[in-house]
C-alpha cells in the first residue's frame, strides 16, 4: 500500500452494537493499530433469513447461520479488548488511549 494509514483507531462499542457493527469491530480487533473498547455488543448469534408471509406480509426472521471471530470463537463470545462498565467509561478510555 502506498501510503498507510498510521494513526491509531479506536472502534467503540456497546449493547446497541449489532449485525455488521459487531463483525466490523470484530475484524479491527485483529489489526495492531487499532483498539476496540466499550461494553458487552448486542451478542447476535449469527445471520438471519427473512421472508414475509402471504396475504398478511408479516416477516418471520429465523437464524440460519453461525458465525465466528477471525480466530475461531463464536461471534457471540467476544469481549473488548479495553472493556469497560458504561458508554461513558468507554468514551473517557477512548480519549486516554489517543494521548
Do not use: D
Amino acid at each position: 500500500m502506498k501510503n498507510p494509514y498510521e494513526k491509531p483507531v479506536i472502534i467503540l462499542v456497546g449493547r446497541w452494537t449489532g449485525s455488521i457493527g459487531e463483525a466490523i469491530a470484530q475484524g479491527f480487533s485483529e489489526i495492531e493499530s487499532a483498539k476496540v473498547v466499550g461494553t458487552p455488543m448486542a451478542k447476535l448469534l449469527g445471520s438471519i433469513n427473512c421472508s414475509s408471509l402471504p396475504g398478511t406480509k408479516i416477516n418471520l426472521c429465523f437464524p440460519t447461520e453461525k458465525l465466528y471471530h477471525v480466530n475461531g470463537t463464536p461471534r457471540e463470545n467476544f469481549i473488548p479488548e479495553y472493556k469497560t462498565n458504561t458508554s461513558k467509561e468507554a468514551y473517557f478510555k477512548a480519549l486516554e488511549l489517543l494521548k
